[in-house]
C-alpha cells in the first residue's frame, strides 16, 4: 500500500495560490492519486485525480512529477471557503476499498 | 440530481438501543462504503459493498452490521448501542471498484450516544 505524507496544516491569506504537496514514495505503477475536501460536519468532496503530468479543473490543478513519488494540488486565489482539510488518495485501479486511506490531511485555513 | 442521502443528519440515544443509520443513493452506483469519523480524526473505512448481497469488512473493526438488499440503498444497524459508538458515519459510493472512480459522500450522520 503507498502510505502518504501531507503537512498537517498549512495558513494563506485570500487571494493567494495555495500549494499542498504530498508525498507517496511508495507509489506503484497503476496507483492514481486523488484529492478530496471535508468541511467541517460534511463528507468529503473529490476534487481532482491523476495518474501523471498535471491535471486542471474548474477547481483546481495537480501537479505530478516524472518519477510521481510526490503530487502537488493547487488552489489558485483562495478565499474564506477554501477553509477545509485536504486529503490525499493513493491508490490502484480496481483495487479492494481497503486500499484507499484517507489519512490525516492537511488543514487548511485561509485567513482575511 | 442524482446524489446520496443519509438520515438522520444528527441522532441522540440512550445506551442499548438499536439503530439503523439509513444511507440512500439516486446515482446507480454499485460500489457503497461506510466510514466512521471522530471529531478532527482520520476517516476510517468499517464496512463495503461491491454490489447487491455482498458485504465486506473494513479496517476498522466495527460491532455494527450492514445489508445491501436493493442497488440504491446500504443501511447500517447497531443492535445494541454504547456510548463509544458516539461518531459521526459517513456513507460513500462509486461508479466501479478500485482508485480511478472518485467517490460521492453523504453528508453524514453525527451519533450521540449517552
Known amino acids: 500500500l503507498a502510505k502518504t505524507t501531507q503537512p498537517i496544516s498549512m495558513d494563506s491569506y485570500e487571494g493567494q495560490e495555495v500549494n499542498i504537496t504530498c508525498s507517496h514514495n511508495?507509489?506503484?505503477?497503476?496507483?492514481?492519486i486523488t484529492w478530496y475536501q471535508q468541511f467541517p460536519s460534511q463528507g468529503p468532496r473529490f476534487i481532482i485525480q491523476?495518474?501523471?503530468t498535471k491535471v486542471t479543473n474548474e477547481v483546481a490543478s495537480l501537479f505530478i512529477p516524472a518519477d510521481r513519488k510526490s503530487s502537488t494540488l493547487s488552489l489558485p486565489r483562495v478565499s474564506l471557503s477554501d477553509t477545509a482539510v485536504y486529503y490525499c488518495l493513493v491508490g490502484t485501479s480496481s483495487g479492494s476499498a481497503r486500499q484507499l486511506t484517507f489519512g490525516s490531511g492537511t488543514q487548511l485555513t485561509v485567513l482575511p | 440530481e442524482a446524489d446520496i442521502y443519509q438520515t438522520p443528519r444528527y441522532l441522540v440515544i440512550g445506551t442499548g438501543k438499536k439503530i439503523t443509520l439509513e444511507c440512500s443513493q439516486t446515482?446507480?452506483?454499485?460500489?457503497m462504503y461506510w466510514y466512521q469519523q471522530d471529531p478532527g480524526m482520520e476517516l476510517h473505512l468499517i464496512h463495503y459493498?461491491?454490489?447487491?448481497?455482498?458485504?465486506e469488512k473494513g479496517d476498522l473493526s466495527s460491532e455494527s452490521t450492514v445489508s445491501r438488499i436493493r442497488t440504491e440503498h446500504f443501511p447500517l444497524t447497531l443492535e445494541s448501542a454504547r456510548p463509544s459508538h458516539t461518531s459521526q458515519y459517513l456513507c460513500?459510493?462509486?461508479?466501479?471498484?478500485?482508485?480511478?472512480?472518485?467517490?460521492?459522500f453523504g453528508s453524514g450522520t453525527r451519533l450521540t450516544v449517552v
Open positions: 446515482m446507480g452506483h454499485d460500489k
Open positions: 459493498s461491491y454490489g447487491v448481497n455482498s458485504t
Open positions: 460513500a459510493s462509486s461508479h466501479g471498484q478500485g482508485a480511478q472512480y472518485g467517490y460521492t
Open positions: 491523476g495518474y501523471k
Open positions: 511508495n507509489i506503484a505503477t497503476n496507483d492514481y
